[in-house]
């Protein structure tokens, strides 16, 4: 699996979501609403996109990696687009302030 692509759609300032994006594996298959969420310690982690089970309660994935390999190597590689997104965003901002914008 090679991820080709992130692309950080959506980045918030809430508590828990951070972020949605979707991922081109491959240049070939792309997965929308991945999500960055953060727990109650501060680690941040991804989700990826569910669906209600209506029948049985609760949510499950719609897409997922199979092994936990996969799923390590994927969350770095999101986590990794969406810490330079956050770089990009706060060197905006201190070019912004620094030329009299506020």
Not at 24 to 42: E, R, T
Not at 63 to 90: C, F, M, V, W
């Amino acid at each position: 699996m090679n991820i080709t692509d992130v692309q950080i759609r959506r980045i918030f300032e809430r508590r828990m979501l951070k972020a949605t994006l979707t991922i081109v594996i491959d240049h070939d298959f792309a997965v929308h609403d991945i999500k960055i969420l953060m727990n109650d310690s501060g680690r941040l982690f991804i989700a990826m996109p569910s669906r209600q089970n209506k029948k049985h309660g609760g949510f499950c994935d719609v897409t997922h990696p199979i092994g936990s390999k996969a799923r390590e190597e994927l969350e770095k590689q999101i986590l990794l687009e969406y810490y330079k997104q956050l770089d990009n965003e706060e060197m905006s901002e201190i070019i912004i302030n620094a030329d009299g914008y506020f």
